[in-house]
């Protein structure tokens, strides 16, 4: 997911920093100038686009049609969503915990072939459900990417954490889904107990990437706003000290500016 690359046009901003020069100042506070603060948005949005390609570059790698050719005994069985095989494999001491060339167990391949019931039979025979594979995505990390929630709730009810740190950005399953506006797979990983303020490697919680990542439309609004109501931290700034407050403005997403300023947003 990319920003819109549409902006709206802004007047000024103003800021607490002193002024450095008097025709600036107005109000006590410094307005910038319509030229720089469109300097200002641009380098910004240019730096989330990078940040954006980087993370969609290294997104969890879903098996090939020739993987899933060449799958065989639990993987197979795994990816057609095949319980009975599964039992039966398992029970002749076919190992759980082997890996595929992407380092996938066949859990996580029943779990991105949207396969609960293989899930839940890989689960009872003996499965972690918390493992993670090459990428270091798990099943509910797995789901949420997809935005498949029936493949999301099975993977929560068989004990995958939505707490787990997940991905190379050391992030969560919440971020994942926040950053690409699922917003039904974001609450309900918010009753799950997600952690709301966690802080990937990229120095950005849940409620920045879907703000930053996001595109200000319905999808992100409504994700931010779940965020919001469940009691994410508003005033969180990225690694630069921009609050979330400053990044809806600054990206012209007005309804997201409304309800931050509701939240209490700085």
């Keep these: 997911m990319v920003p819109d690359s549409r902006r709206r046009r802004y007047e000024g901003i103003a800021t607490d920093c002193p002024a450095g020069l008097p025709e600036l100042r107005q109000n006590g506070c410094v307005v910038m100038p319509p030229s720089l603060i469109r300097l200002v948005t641009l ?3 240019a730096l989330a686009l990078l940040l954006a390609s980087a993370t969609s570059g290294h997104a969890q790698v879903a098996p090939t049609m020739t993987e899933q050719a060449g799958y065989t005994g639990l993987f197979a069985a795994a990816w057609r969503g095949d319980p009975a095989d599964i039992a039966r494999l398992s029970a002749a001491g076919a190992d759980l915990r082997a890996r595929d060339g992407n380092s996938r167990t066949p859990l ?9 019931d293989a899930m839940r039979a890989l689960v009872k025979a003996g499965a972690d459900p918390n493992a993670l594979e090459g990428d270091r995505y798990d099943i509910v990390t797995i ?4 935005n498949d929630l029936p493949t ?4 929560l009810e068989l004990g995958c954490s939505a707490k787990n740190i997940t991905s190379r950005y050391d992030g969560t399953a919440l971020i994942a889904a926040a950053h690409l506006g699922h917003v039904e797979v974001v609450r309900e990983l918010i009753r799950a107990g997600a952690p709301l303020d966690h802080i990937n490697n990229l120095g950005w919680t849940a409620l920045i990437e879907s703000i930053v990542l996001g595109d200000g439309g319905p999808r992100h609004t409504a994700t931010l706003e779940a965020l919001v109501t469940a009691g994410a931290n508003v005033n969180i700034a990225d690694r630069g000290g921009a609050t979330p407050l400053r990044l ?3 990206r012209g997403y007005l309804e997201m500016v409304r309800l931050l300023e509701k939240a209490g947003a700085r």
């Design 248 to 250: 809806a403005t600054g």
């Design 108 to 116: 996580h391949v029943a779990a991105y072939a949207s396969q609960p």
């Design 43 to 45: 380098c910004s949005n």
């Design 143 to 146: 789901a949420a990417v997809a």
């Design 152 to 155: 999301l709730k099975a993977a």
